[in-house]
């Protein structure tokens, strides 16, 4: 019995611990007015060695997951398969888009792979 236990705290924890990504943009932004929160969109490849970076170390450290979750609704965009429909332009990845929802106003936007403490303090000074 014990070990059953284990074995569901240890799988529950394994899902708790990250960013709900959205699967596209439109269902990101419906959400994002839905709950009164902003967007985060990440443009990314899987080929790119920061953004594996970024989605590997940075965006699951627990706070960042937590701060996020609770003030954006995310997608990650891939540049190449979403190229038709990135709301915004870019020259490098991974580039984070941080908008109003309804009007896709652009609030602020970081470029490039960062450690965790200044990412979270970057998107804790997104107005």
């Known amino acids: 019995m014990k070990l059953l236990f284990l074995i569901l705290i240890f799988t529950l ?48 450290d627990k706070e960042i997951i937590s701060f996020i979750n609770d003030n954006f609704v995310s997608v990650v965009m891939d540049i190449k398969e979403d190229e038709k429909i990135l709301p915004y332009k870019f020259i490098g990845i991974p580039t984070f888009y941080f908008s109003e929802a309804s009007s896709m106003k652009l609030l602020a936007k970081k470029i490039g792979g960062t450690r965790e403490s200044q990412f979270l303090e970057f998107v804790k000074n997104v107005k």
């Open 13 to 60: 924890s394994l899902f708790a611990g990250s960013i709900n990504f959205e699967k596209d943009l439109s269902t990101a932004k419906q959400k994002a007015i839905d709950s009164n929160k902003k967007l985060m969109i990440m443009y990314s490849t899987p080929t790119c060695p920061e953004c594996n970076y970024m989605k590997k170390k940075v965006l699951k």
